[in-house]
Nanobody
């Protein structure tokens, strides 16, 4: 079955950096678009970044220039490098895989930006 496992969350000070990883299994990874979403307490889940099977990327305006999404098809892994983190980036970050059968989600990883 499809499984997405995020890792790399944690606590970081404002202005710091953090990298997230999402390891996928049960899918032909190279054929699918992958994305990162986040959900802050009391707010709806929102898209952060997306990368197509061909490597095209797009970002939420709030993270442009600070976050970078990438993928390694050989490792079936998607990454999110987050720089210049702000307190408002605090959220649970979810990885998603866009399959023809639907969108699949990981369990999420907490990112907390606090001094």
């Amino acid at each position: 079955q499809v499984q997405l496992v995020e890792s790399g969350g944690g606590v970081v000070q404002p202005g710091g950096s953090l990298g997230l990883s999402c390891a996928a299994s049960g899918i032909i990874f190279s054929l699918n678009a992958m994305a990162w979403y986040r959900q802050a307490p009391g707010k709806q889940r929102e898209p952060v970044a997306r990368i197509t099977s061909g490597g095209r990327t797009n970002y939420a305006d709030s993270v442009k220039g600070r976050f970078t999404i990438s993928r390694d098809n050989a490792k079936s892994t998607t990454y999110l490098q987050m720089n210049s983190l702000k307190p408002e980036d605090t959220a649970v970050y979810y990885c998603s895989a866009e399959l023809r059968a639907g969108t699949y989600w990981g369990q999420g990883t907490q990112v907390t930006v606090s001094s």
